[in-house]
Each structure stands twice: as structure tokens, then as C-alpha cells.
């Protein structure tokens, strides 16, 4: 039987989020019906609605939210009604070339259970990232549901659906960052800050976080973070150096997706180092760099998507980590509200006043 609930839809470039009527059908075969209990405001959620992602309005947001599954459909082995679940936007799913090849953070299997999701006319809604999270329920896929320990907070536990994980993801996954690293990291939202605390589960030594808005930055030294620069007032890259003895840092996280501060990471990196790009840039964004540069300073550029995770390995274990008191993932979340209050959320995002707005429900 079809339900209908409350979500919040972008119908337009530009256009505010706001809660409307949504209806969402029975799970079919393999999808899974999960309520909604909390789900984080993401920078990618405001991408989606500013057109940086694509055109496919009306999108229904959200994408980072854990919940419990309220129903399964047919053939459903991984999750059964009741399990309290993390969403996330790969389901690994064991039969693509990324998966055959035993690289299934690669996995390039797309799920469409989330457009099945409707508005009241019967329009069809484009889910952010497949999920569509900024709603009472939603349909998604089982494997798109990773079942975590309940004890822990619903509105952290989302976190780790899309952001935290990213940026720990980042810095552990795509960076290999291990014990006496020198690490950077530019951009110092939830991302970023997730890659300096990533940073310093991993033992780096030197953790330089850099962002323009001095909020950011002391919540990074929270984080792990050993020094803060603030590229307003100093240049990050001779800093960094000056930090790292005139080398360069070993890692550098790059969590704002804009060439200027690719290009800081670019130059910021020692030799043979790891640059990471963990910001997603708009279409419009071209990178300009001296080739002779990328052959003389060696190492890997690379890119990190999801930060290389593999939800059934590491949301359970990460769950865990926090639960023991060894991961404060509590600290992301700046603070709690309704459905009704997204919109508002872009605008704290836009100036730099939260990490995260997590919505409950
Ligand atoms: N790769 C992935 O899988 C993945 C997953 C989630 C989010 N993201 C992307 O990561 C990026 C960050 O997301 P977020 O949710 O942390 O966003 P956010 O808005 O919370 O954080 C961005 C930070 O960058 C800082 N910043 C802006 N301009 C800067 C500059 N010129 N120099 C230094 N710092 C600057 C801001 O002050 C802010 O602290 C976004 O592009 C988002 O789309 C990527
Ligand atoms: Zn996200």
C-alpha cells in the first residue's frame, strides 16, 4: 500500500527546500522500507539543489541518515523489520567489474528503488545520491541498509552515512595515512574535520588543518588538529611548509572542491606525496596546473569517493569505536531540527556556523 509522508523537495535551480506530500509504494523484491530517524544536512544536498549535480528536479533530499527498517520486500536476506540501519549510497554489489575485480569500493552498481518515490501528482522524484533521506520513510535497497549496534545515537549514527565517513574515509582509505605522517587538510567542515580526526586515529603526527572561518579551525584542534591556519591571513602553502620542515605534508586532504585550493594541496604536498580530493567540484570548474609540476613532484593525486568504504566493514566497526568512547563522532553534530528547517540549514552551512544540522524525526 502506498503511504504518504513528509520530504523535502528542491522543484528548481535555486529554488528553497521545502516539505511536501511524498508518496513512497511497498518495498518490491530486495528493497527495504526504513523510518527515517535522523539525517545530516550535507554540503552535497545543497549542490543538488543549486544545479551543481544535475537537472533532474524535483530532487528529493537527503542522504546521510540511519533509521529502522519498517518493512522488506521479497528475497530480502540482509536486513529483516526492526534493525537499526545506517543508509548508504553503495551497496556493494558483487557482480560489476569494480566488485569482480575485488575492488568493491569501486562498485559502479546504481540502485532505483528511491525513484520509485513519488510527489502527490505523481511526479517522479530524483533522490539525492539514491537514497532521499530528508523524509518520514523511504525505499530504498536492502544492500543500500547496513545494520548497526542501536545503542548509539541516531542522529550520529547518520553521520556516518555520508560525511563523517568521507572524510575518515579520506584520510584512512584513499590518503593510507599511518603513523608519523604529516597530514593537511583544507576545508574544515564536516568532511574535513572527519579527515583531521581520521588523521589522528591513524597516528599522524603533524595534523595542519586550514580553512578561512576561525570556527572551523577550533573545532579542528577538537579533532586532533596540531596547528590551524587560517589561508585568510597566512599563505597555506608556505605555512604548511614552514610546519612540515620546509617539506611539505605527506598527505594533503583537500575538502572543499575548488581549484584554487586543489591547487593549494597540490603545491602544499612533499615529494612523492598524496594529494586527495574529497571536495566535489561543479561542471563549470576547470583545473589549470604546470605538467612539468605533476611529473617532478611525483606521488598520487587521487580522488576519493565516499571515502573508499565499504559500509559492511566499516560503519559496524566505526559504530563500535564509538561506542567505546575511542570516537567522538558525537562532536559533528552542531545541532538538532525538524524537517522544516532545511532550508535554514543551507543557510548556517553557507556561513560557516555548523558542521552539521542533523534533522530528527
Ligand atoms: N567525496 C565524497 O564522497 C564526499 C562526500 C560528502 C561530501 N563531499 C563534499 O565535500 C565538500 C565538503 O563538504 P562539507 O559537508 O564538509 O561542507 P561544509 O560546507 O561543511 O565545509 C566546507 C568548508 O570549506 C571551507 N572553505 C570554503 N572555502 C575555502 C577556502 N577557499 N579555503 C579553505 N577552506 C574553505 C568552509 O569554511 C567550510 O568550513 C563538499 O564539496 C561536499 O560536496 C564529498
Ligand atoms: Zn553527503
Redesign the pocket.
Known amino acids: 500500500m502506498t503511504v504518504s509522508v513528509h520530504g523535502v523537495v528542491v522543484r528548481g535551480k535555486g529554488e528553497p527546500a521545502d516539505v511536501t506530500e511524498v508518496l513512497v509504494p511497498d518495498p518490491g523484491p530486495g528493497e527495504a522500507l526504513v523510518r527515517i530517524q535522523a539525517c545530516g544536512v550535507?554540503?552535497?544536498d545543497l549542490?543538488y539543489k543549486m544545479g551543481g549535480i544535475g537537472d533532474d528536479y524535483p530532487y528529493l533530499l537527503g542522504h546521510e541518515a540511519s533509521g529502522v527498517v519498517e518493512a522488506v520486500g521479497d528475497n530480502v536476506t540482509e536486513v529483516a523489520p526492526g534493525d537499526f540501519v545506517i543508509l548508504n549510497w553503495r551497496a556493494v554489489c558483487g557482480q560489476c567489474r569494480a566488485c569482480k575485480r575485488g575492488r568493491p569500493w569501486y562498485c559502479f552498481a546504481t540502485h532505483n528503488a528511491a525513484q520509485k518515490m513519488t510527489l502527490k501528482d505523481g511526479t517522479t522524484l530524483s533522490p539525492a545520491l539514491g537514497i532521499g533521506a530528508l523524509a518520514e520513510l523511504t525505499l530504498v535497497a536492502a544492500g543500500q541498509c547496513t545494520k548497526v549496534n542501536p545503542a548509539i545515537a541516531p542522529a550520529t549514527a547518520g553521520l556516518l552515512g555520508?560525511?563523517v565517513m568521507?572524510?575518515l574515509g579520506?584520510a584512512i582509505n584513499t590518503g593510507g595515512v599511518s603513523r608519523g605522517d604529516t597530514v593537511a587538510v583544507?576545508?574544515?567542515?564536516?568532511?574535513?574535520n572527519a579527515a583531521v580526526l581520521g588523521a589522528r586515529m591513524e597516528g599522524a603526527k603533524t595534523i595542519i588543518a586550514?580553512?578561512?572561518?576561525d570556527r572551523?579551525l577550533r573545532w579542528a584542534r577538537e579533532f586532533g588538529a596540531t596547528h590551524v591556519i587560517n589561508?585568510r591571513n597566512a599563505d597555506p602553502v608556505e605555512s604548511i611548509k614552514e610546519l612540515t620542515g620546509g617539506f611539505g605534508a605527506d598527505v594533503v586532504i583537500e575538502?572543499?572542491?575548488?581549484p584554487?585550493?586543489y591547487k593549494q594541496a597540490f603545491f602544499a604536498r612533499d615529494l612523492a606525496g598524496t594529494v586527495v580530493l574529497?571536495?566535489?567540484p561543479t561542471p563549470d570548474m576547470q583545473l589549470d596546473l604546470p605538467l612539468l609540476e605533476v611529473f617532478g613532484r611525483g606521488g598520487a593525486l587521487k580522488?576519493?569517493?565516499?571515502?573508499d568504504c565499504l559500509p559492511s566493514r566499516d560503519f559496524p566497526m566505526l559504530v563500535d569505536l564509538h561506542l567505546d568512547g575511542r570516537l567522538p563522532l558525537e562532536k559533528f553534530v552542531s545541532e538538532t531540527i525538524a524537517l522544516g528547517d532545511v532550508e535554514a540549514a543551507f543557510t548556517k552551512?553557507e556561513r560557516?556556523e555548523v558542521?552539521r544540522s542533523v534533522v530528527v524525526l
Open positions: 550535507c554540503h552535497t549542490h555520508c560525511g568521507a572524510g579520506a583544507i576545508g574544515c567542515g564536516g568532511v574535513g586550514v580553512d578561512v572561518d572551523k589561508s575538502a572543499v572542491g575548488r584554487e585550493t574529497v571536495g566535489v580522488s576519493s569517493w565516499y571515502g552551512m560557516g558542521l
